[in-house]
C-alpha cells in the first residue's frame, strides 16, 4: 500500500514537472493568462481597498463617550435640527461632562455646504462648513493645530482639515476663500487623527449662523458623557422632556452607521465589475490549459504507455493552471499595493459632502484577492486537466 502511493506521488512529481519545464513553449498563452488574473485581482482589491480606508476614516471618528441629538428620524446631520432652547435644556441634563471652569461639554454645531475646488480634476465639490465653538473641539479628543492659529470667535476665520489641504485649492494658510456673499481668511489647518473631521472646514459657530442665515439654529448638539453608562440617562432624559424629544446616538454607533451604508455601495459596485473581468480571465485560463494539453498530447499519451495513470495527468495540469493563476494573484496584489496603498482620494458621504479617505490594502484584502485568483485557476483548469486524464494512448502512437 505504502510502495502504491508513493509511486503514485512520484508519477504526479514527474507529471508536473513535465509541464513546467514546457512552459516556455508555450510564453504568450501562460502570459496572457497571467496578466488577465492580474486585472481580475488589482480591480477587485482597488474596490475593496476604497471600502476598507473609507470604512477606516468614519468609524475611526467615533467615540463611545460621545453623545449627539439629532432631530427624531434624521438619518444624518445634514437633516437634522436642533433649536437654541433646546441646546439650553440639553446642558441641563444628567451624565455630561465639564470643561475646567465646571460649564457642561456641549456644543451646538452648524453644518453647511459650501463649495471648494479638487486639485485632481480642478472641478467643484462640495465641502462640509462646520459652524463650531471651542467646546467643540473640547469633545474631540487628539484635536491640534498643525499649521497657523484656530479661528478668533466673531471673525470670518476658518481653520481647514489636513486632508482638506491635501484634494482641495486656495487652502493654504493664509489664502482667502469666498462661499456665498463672504469672504474668508484661512488661519489655521488642523489634525484629528485621520478622522472624518479632517474632510471639512471649522469657523465660528455664531459668525456661520449669521452669514447663512441660520440664527437660533443648528444641526445636532454634540455632549462629552462622564462615562459611556450615561447615555442611558441622558436618552431617558430626552425622552422624559416633551421640548426636547431628539434622538440620542453615541457618536461610535452614528458613524459605524454611516460607514456600513457607504461601504456596502462600494462594495457593490466592485464586486460585479471583478466578476465580470473574473469571467474574461477563467475563458483565458481555460483555453490557455486546453492549448497547454492539446501541445502536450503525444507526450501525455507516451506516459500512459509507460505505466503512468490518469491521475497523475489531471493533477498535473490542474498544478500548472494554479502556478499561474496564482502569479496573477501575487502580481495583482503586488501592482495595488504599489499603485493603491495609501493613496488619498475623496467622495461623497452620507452628507453629500466629500470625504478625504487614503486607501487601506490589509493582508485579509490581500487574502481575498488570491482566492479569487486560486477559483480562477481551478475552474479553468479542472475541465482540461479531465481531457489529459482521458487522453487515449493512441495518440502516443497517431502523431509523430
Not at 509511486?7 to 504568450?28: C, D, E, G, H, W
Not at 452620507?350 to 485579509?364: E, G, R
Amino acid at each position: 500500500m505504502k510502495g502504491t502511493i508513493m509511486s503514485l506521488v512520484n508519477q504526479i512529481a514527474a507529471v508536473t514537472a513535465l509541464n513546467f519545464k514546457s512552459m516556455p513553449q508555450r510564453t504568450l498563452g501562460s502570459l496572457s493568462t497571467v496578466v488577465a488574473v492580474t486585472l481580475v485581482v488589482t480591480v477587485l482589491l482597488a474596490f475593496l481597498a476604497m471600502g476598507e480606508g473609507f470604512q477606516k476614516t468614519i468609524r475611526g471618528s467615533g467615540a463611545a463617550d460621545v453623545a449627539l441629538f439629532l432631530r427624531a428620524g434624521a438619518q444624518a446631520e445634514a437633516n437634522s435640527s436642533v433649536t437654541r432652547d433646546q441646546l439650553r435644556l440639553i446642558e441641563e441634563a444628567p451624565g455630561i461632562a465639564s470643561d475646567a471652569s465646571g460649564k457642561p461639554l456641549v456644543s451646538g454645531e452648524l453644518y453647511v455646504v459650501v463649495d471648494g475646488i479638487k486639485k485632481s480634476s480642478n472641478t467643484k465639490a462640495n465641502l462640509p462648513l462646520r459652524g463650531i465653538s471651542l467646546k467643540g473641539t473640547a469633545t474631540r479628543p487628539g484635536f491640534r493645530i498643525v499649521a497657523g492659529r484656530m479661528f478668533a470667535p466673531g471673525a470670518n476665520e476658518i481653520v481647514v482639515g489636513s486632508a482638506v489641504l491635501k484634494e482641495f485649492n486656495g487652502m493654504d494658510v493664509g489664502s482667502t476663500v469666498r462661499f456665498g456673499t463672504s469672504t474668508w481668511t484661512v488661519v489655521g489647518v488642523f489634525d484629528l487623527g485621520g478622522s472624518i473631521f479632517e474632510s471639512e472646514l471649522w469657523a465660528d459657530i455664531d459668525v456661520v449662523q449669521n452669514l447663512f442665515q441660520r440664527q437660533n439654529v443648528f444641526q445636532l448638539a454634540r455632549v462629552k458623557l462622564e462615562d459611556p453608562s450615561k447615555l442611558v440617562a441622558l436618552k431617558a432624559f430626552s425622552e422624559g422632556d416633551p421640548k426636547l424629544k431628539l434622538e440620542v446616538v453615541s457618536e461610535a454607533d452614528y458613524y459605524a452607521k454611516q460607514a456600513r451604508s457607504m461601504t456596502g455601495l462600494i462594495q457593490k459596485l466592485g464586486w460585479p465589475l471583478a466578476i465580470a473581468m473574473a469571467l474574461g480571465a477563467l475563458a483565458g485560463a481555460l483555453n490557455t490549459m486546453y492549448n497547454s494539453v492539446a501541445s502536450r498530447a503525444h507526450e501525455i499519451a507516451t506516459l500512459r504507455c509507460i505505466g503512468f495513470g490518469g491521475l497523475p495527468a489531471f493533477v498535473g495540469t490542474l498544478l500548472e493552471s494554479l502556478a499561474l493563476a496564482a502569479l496573477g494573484g501575487l502580481a495583482g496584489s503586488l501592482v495595488t499595493w504599489l499603485l493603491f496603498d495609501g493613496m488619498t482620494a475623496s467622495t461623497l458621504g452620507s452628507n453629500f459632502t466629500q470625504v478625504v479617505f487614503k486607501f487601506d490594502l490589509s493582508p485579509f484584502l490581500v487574502l481575498q484577492g488570491i482566492l479569487i485568483a486560486l477559483v480562477v485557476g481551478v475552474v479553468g483548469g479542472v475541465f482540461p486537466a479531465w481531457q489529459a486524464a482521458r487522453m487515449p494512448v493512441l495518440h502516443a502512437y497517431n502523431r509523430s
